[in-house]
Structure formats: C-alpha cells, structure tokens
C-alpha cells in the first residue's frame, strides 16, 4: 500500500510558475506509474500528465508544453513543474499512483491562478 501526499500548491498571477510535489511512502515508489490529475469545481477530475516507471510521460492537450512531470525515486518522491499558468489552470490537483489493478490517491493542493 501507498500513501501519498502533495505539497506546494498555493495562489499565484497568471503567467506564474508552481512546483508541486507528491511524497511517497509505505511502500516501493518506484514500481509505480504516477499521474497527477486536477478537478476545478463543477467538473470532472481530469488526468493532467502521467509518468511511467520507466520515466515515459504524457500530458494532456492544454498543458502541453508548459507543464513537466518528473520524478526521483531515491526520494519517493514525483513533481509537477507548472509554468506560464492561466486562471483555467486553477483546480485541485491530485497525485495517483497506480499498478494493474492498484491505485492510490493524495488528499489534493489547491492551486489558484488569479491576478
């Protein structure tokens, strides 16, 4: 089993940048995939960016090119690097973790994009 927890959303302008973080513990980080997943009030949770054990990533359309998903596994740990974030990117963002059948979820940061 796995639990996660994130860290480092807040508020801040558009066009800023945010870095958040997922601590992993109770079991082997490293053996699972991760994602990190937003829901913005009033619709469904989405899947913003995903990263695979084996370090292959993915993003969403309208993060293209201005979010990174990254992770260490010497730390337990995965990363959401935000740039140039708009006020559509303001939601509750989510770290899973997943293998097979198994998936965990953080309890959420709140980001907030407002000048």
């Known amino acids: 089993q796995v639990q996660l927890v994130e860290s480092g959303g807040g508020l801040v302008q558009p066009g800023g940048s945010l870095r958040l973080s997922c601590a992993a513990s109770?079991?082997?980080?490293?053996?699972?995939?991760m994602g990190w997943y937003r829901q913005a009030p009033g619709k469904q949770r989405e899947l913003v960016a995903q990263?695979?054990?084996?370090?292959?990533?993915k993003y969403a359309d309208s993060v293209q090119g201005r979010f990174t998903i990254s992770r260490d596994n010497a730390k337990n740990t995965g990363y959401l690097q935000m740039n140039s974030l708009k006020p559509e990117d303001t939601a509750v963002y989510y770290c899973?973790?997943?293998?097979?059948?198994?998936?965990?979820w953080g309890q959420g940061t709140q980001v907030t994009v407002s000048s």
């Open positions: 990263i695979t054990r084996g370090g292959s990533t």
């Open positions: 899973n973790a997943n293998l097979a059948t198994l998936g965990y």
């Open positions: 109770g079991s082997s980080f490293s053996i699972y995939n």
